[in-house]
T-cell receptor, first 114, second 110 residues
Framework: EAGVAQSPRYKIIEKRQSVAFWCNPI?????LYWYQQILGQGPKLLIQ????????DSQLPKDRFSAERLKGVDSTLKIQPAKLEDSAVYLC????????????FGSGTQLSVL | GQNIDQPTEMTATEGAIVQINCTYQ??????LFWYQQHAGEAPTFLSY??LDGLEEKGRFSSFLSRSKGYSYLLLKELQMKDSASYLC???????????WGAGTKLIIKP
């Protein structure tokens, strides 16, 4: 079974530039999550989708971050403009549905903002 | 409120046993997860406890005490490949989204 696919693996940009990350969840998984993980910290949920609807985006900095999952499958996360404090690993995860269940993570995108 | 505490770092010797503790505070309780995360990689699921007691899975075991708000991960016969961060997480009140601890970095020495 294919896992969660993410790209790119690494990205280096300058502050004020824009960047986009892509995620393709495990086939059949209805729920998709984007997490931000700063070095030495646990993952912080940015946004959670159920199919193509947003379940929770309360911690998404909406002035600069946006995410979509138009057809309820793959998803993109965008940052525009980037700030130095956005340097982190961006993890995509998926699960089969709602409720308490384990998450399957992609390899993540390591973003460095200079 | 909701809060999770774990030690920041632990060191152990290859072949030994180590216990990684996690304490949590939640208004409700819907189980506790442990994940392993190697440096530069994504977290991978280790265990999920919803009832009190010890659950054993090979070299790894996880314990839960709901009355004490306490869990631990027990790793036996440590191997160098066990060097990683170990994260505990509990489902929050809203949509069961996971609340994560900062993780415990485990260093294994020969």
């Amino acid at each position: 079974e294919a896992g969660v696919a993410q790209s790119p693996r690494y990205k280096i940009i300058e502050k004020r530039q824009s960047v986009a990350f892509w995620c393709n969840p495990i086939s059949g998984h209805a729920t998709l999550y984007w997490y931000q993980q700063i070095l030495g910290q646990g993952p912080k949920l940015l946004i959670q989708f159920q199919n193509n609807g947003v379940v929770d985006d309360s911690q998404l900095p909406k002035d600069r971050f946006s995410a979509e999952r138009l057809k309820g499958v793959d998803s993109t996360l965008k940052i525009q403009p980037a700030k130095l404090e956005d340097s982190a690993v961006y993890l995509c995860a998926s699960s089969t549905g709602t409720g308490v269940e384990k998450l399957f993570f992609g390899s993540g995108t390591q973003l460095s903002v200079l | 409120g909701q809060n999770i505490d774990q030690p920041t770092e632990m060191t152990a010797t290859e072949g030994a046993i180590v216990q990684i503790n996690c304490t949590y505070q939640t208004s409700g309780f819907n189980g506790l997860f442990w994940y392993q995360q190697h440096a530069g990689e994504a977290p991978t699921f280790l265990s999920y406890n919803v009832l009190d007691g010890l659950e054993e899975k090979g070299r790894f075991s996880s314990f839960l005490s709901r009355s004490k708000g306490y869990s631990y991960l027990l790793l036996k016969e440590l191997q160098m490949k066990d060097s990683a961060s170990y994260l505990c997480a509990v489902p929050g009140d809203s949509n069961y989204q996971l609340i994560w601890g900062a993780g415990t970095k485990l260093i294994i020495k020969p």
